[in-house]
């Protein structure tokens, strides 16, 4: 096992933010529905993981959260549900 992989390296993506649901700490997750409907709305307009669209996500999550006193992952819920390719 490489340094990289000791000091969790491969923990990328949403790796951390479903951990920190789990913890029951309140967060938004960047799935592929959030992020396409962010992108769509011009929230967002560079790479994922990028400090920019991290930094615009996060502003425009806190923005609704503050409007609609939902929690952070009850808005990234309702965004998944209501964008993107919902397959039962």
């Not at 992989?5 to 913890?23: C, E, F, I, V």
């Not at 029951?24 to 396409?36: C, K």
């Not at 669209?53 to 006193?69: I, L, P, V």
Request: charge should be positive; glycine fraction near 14%; hydrophobic fraction near 35%.
């Amino acid at each position: 096992m490489g340094i990289s992989q000791k000091h969790g390296a491969r923990l990328g993506g949403n790796t951390g933010p479903y951990a920190l649901r789990q913890l029951g700490v309140d967060t938004f997750i960047l799935s592929n529905d959030v992020e396409g409907y962010l992108r769509n709305t011009n929230i967002i307009d560079s790479g994922r993981g990028t400090k920019r669209a991290m930094n615009a996500a996060n502003k425009a999550f806190m923005e609704w959260h503050q409007e609609s006193g939902r929690s952070l992952s009850e808005i990234s819920q309702i965004i998944a549900y209501g964008f993107g390719d919902n397959r039962v």
